[in-house]
Antibody, heavy 123, light 108 residues
Framework: EVQLVESGGGLVQPGGSLRLSCAAS????????MSWVRQAPGKGLEWVAN????????YYVDSVKGRFTISRDNAKNSLYLQMNSLRAEDTAVYYC????????????????WGQGTLVTVSS | EIVMTQSPATLSVSPGERATLSCRAS??????LAWYQQKPGQAPRLLIY???TRATGIPARFSGSGSGTEFTLTISSLQSEDFAVYYC??????????FGGGTKVEIK
């Protein structure tokens, strides 16, 4: 059974930092692109960042570029999101999600999601 | 950025009735569109990918259609467990993935 379990959320002051983790199990973690997706309270979904199987490619939504860093440790089956210079507008539930594509097409959507971890940026 | 617009924002439907949800893309996304269901306090769940292919374990009452810029999710006969928020997501412009704002399906 595929499982994704996020941790590391909490309350942080504006300008502060936080590191989120996602522990993966039930599948070959090193074979998949992985993403972070967030959802502000009462709002919709926003893709934040993703990372290639070997960590050699990373992409970010413009609003977090230069502040957030996605990484992974395939030996530990874990995905991370280092968040620096946090702002009030970063307040959200952060989901870890596995990316999948139709055979032969390098375009990916999400087939499994974790339960999320809440990040609150407030003084 | 490809902007995804969903309508209506809220849909009031009686159990057993049909629900039709719309999703429009600001430019063509071909058939690279997915639909997700999200219940309160839960993570999203994949329903449809490739605009019309049901994900594993998704009941046949859920169907997707469309291509290019106009897409529809139809729930043929609403069950109590189907009342939720539904999101469309384009992945044609991967890795720049974008979601619609969601449609809440509520009990009439």
């Amino acid at each position: 059974e595929v499982q994704l379990v996020e941790s590391g959320g909490g309350l942080v002051q504006p300008g502060g930092s936080l590191r989120l983790s996602c522990a993966a199990s039930g599948f070959t973690f090193s074979s998949y692109w992985m993403s972070w997706v967030r959802q502000a309270p009462g709002k919709g979904l926003e893709w934040v960042a993703n990372i290639k199987q070997d960590g050699s490619e990373k992409y970010y939504v413009d609003s977090v570029k230069g502040r957030f860093t996605i990484s992974r440790d395939n030996a530990k089956n874990s995905l991370y999101l280092q968040m620096n210079s946090l702002r009030a507008e970063d307040t959200a539930v952060y989901y870890c999600a596995r990316e999948i594509s139709e055979l032969g097409i390098a375009k990916y959507y999400f087939d499994y999601w974790g339960q999320g971890t809440l990040v609150t940026v407030s003084s | 950025e490809i902007v995804m617009t969903q309508s209506p924002a809220t849909l009031s439907v009686s159990p057993g009735e049909r629900a039709t949800l719309s999703c429009r893309a600001s430019q063509s996304v071909s058939s690279n569109l997915a639909w997700y269901q999200q219940k309160p306090g839960q993570a999203p769940r994949l329903l449809i990918y490739g605009a019309s292919t049901r994900a594993t374990g998704i009941p046949a009452r859920f169907s997707g259609s469309g291509s290019g810029t106009e897409f529809t999710l139809t729930i043929s006969s609403l069950q109590s467990e189907d009342f939720a928020v539904y999101y469309c997501q384009q992945y044609n412009n991967w890795p720049r993935l974008t979601f619609g704002g969601g449609t809440k399906v509520e009990i009439k």
